[in-house]
């Protein structure tokens, strides 16, 4: 147990609409990081939070918007979802803002239908 | 931003063998090198990790090696057994704050 924690484990949803994924850092951790993976394209780095404050962006299309709350906690927003969107959303967190281990949660799968 | 290259994609070797899984990197900035280990319904798994102050490390029978020349890094997995069978991903990152940018990761059987 990494002790991150992301909810829902499963989501099933239809094109259009609107979904929020949730992920509890682990005790203790500043910075949480968001990563889409696919079955083509592997994890693929989206977003970086520290503190409340985002840090870095990556691959994050402008349908999805993330926020990380003051107690730490942080929710990924995805918006008129379209069938390529299906895949596994993992949360990540670490101690700190720069390089060292990063403690992954069991993921939220999404299915667009 | 940083592109990491992973080869091969699939790797399937007899209980007992030898594994080696490479990647490659673009930014010469980059200074940190993990790997992590995905089974099958879980997050990944921070397994070994190397910063490029070293040019190897090792921990029982995994050991990462690292060609900054040459920009690329390996996995070596030795006396593989079945419970070694998962998706390995490396990665790299800069102290300049950049997020990890992962590998497309390398699926490995063990067979018995």
């Known amino acids: 147990d990494s002790g991150v924690t992301q909810t829902p484990k499963h989501l099933i949803t239809a094109t259009g609409q609107r979904v929020t994924l949730r992920c509890s850092p682990r005790?203790?951790?500043?910075?949480v990081y968001w990563y889409q993976q696919s079955l083509d394209q592997g994890l693929q780095f989206l977003i970086q939070y520290y503190n409340g404050e985002e840090r870095a962006k990556g691959n994050i299309l402008e349908r999805f918007s993330a926020q990380q709350f003051p107690d730490l906690h942080s929710e990924l927003n995805l918006s008129s979802l379209e069938l390529g969107d299906s895949a596994l959303y993992f949360c990540?967190?670490?101690?700190?803002?720069?390089?060292?281990?990063?403690?992954f949660g069991e993921g939220s799968r999404l299915t667009v239908l | 931003g940083e592109n990491v290259e992973q080869h091969p994609s699939t790797l399937s070797v007899q209980e007992g063998d030898s594994a080696v899984i490479k990647c490659t990197y673009s930014?010469?900035?980059?200074?940190?090198f993990p790997w992590y280990k995905q089974e099958l319904g879980k997050g990944p798994q921070l397994i070994i990790d190397?910063?490029?102050?070293?040019g190897e490390k090792k921990d029982q029978r995994i050991a990462v090696t690292l060609n900054k020349t040459a920009k690329h890094f390996s996995l070596h997995i030795t006396e593989t057994q079945p419970e070694d069978s998962a998706v390995y991903f490396c990665a790299a990152s800069s102290d300049s704050g950049y997020a990890l940018n992962f590998g497309k990761g390398t699926s490995l059987l063990v067979t018995p």
């Open positions: 930014d010469s900035a980059s200074n940190y």
């Open positions: 990540a967190s670490s101690p700190g803002l720069n390089t060292g281990e990063l403690f």
């Open positions: 190397i910063r490029s102050n070293v």
């Open positions: 005790s203790g951790d500043l910075s």
